[in-house]
């Protein structure tokens, strides 16, 4: 009986830090997205947390240790993305699945993306190393996978590094220029026809341009 009250405790006590993670990383992650690194402080995303400073240093002792997770987060969110390339072989039903994840997490975490974008153009002084393990790591175990699709005879002999770069920088635009999208749509974000649309273009361009069959 004990244990089993210990037990709830424990599991009420993870579900409330989870929570207030949750709160304290999404407000993170706008702060960022609008100040970077440098210009943001912990004292502005308690703000936008609503609530006290005291307690994101409890969960998250650094502004650089609250910054590497929203970093991490994003990050991991692309990688499951790219699950397609490990659970389907045939490079049509891969990419499309790809690229449609790309863009759905691009219209459903603009500001992950602009956090990324923003430490690339500085030159990532916080997550270099990120850069030069995991990512190059993921980068190349996906050009392995294109690579072999080519030496098939199932898409065309591009170069699968720029291949992927392409992928990037056309999914990810809907979420790091969302405002310049918005602006030339007459003010308003795309609808969900409208987004499908380009989610359809941009499956159909780069399917067609390799000639994936």
Known sequence: MIKTERAIKSNSKAKVR????????????????????????????????????????YYFPTKQALYRQVVDNIFNIWLQAADSFDDCDDPVEALTRYIEKKMDISRENPMGSKVWANEIIRRAPVIQ?????????????????????IDQGRINPVDPQYLLYMIWSTTQHYADFNHQIETLNGGKPLSDKQYQTAKDNAIEIVLKGIGAR
Do not use: C
């Open 18 to 57: 989870q929570e207030k993670e949750k709160i304290i990383l999404k407000a993170a992650e706008s702060v960022f997205a609008e100040y970077g690194f440098q210009g943001a402080t912990t004292s502005m995303i308690a703000e936008r947390a609503k609530i006290p400073k005291a307690n994101l240093h």
């Open 129 to 149: 190393d990120y850069l030069e393990t995991t990512l190059k790591d993921w980068t190349e175990s996906r050009v392995s996978i294109i690579q072999r699709w």
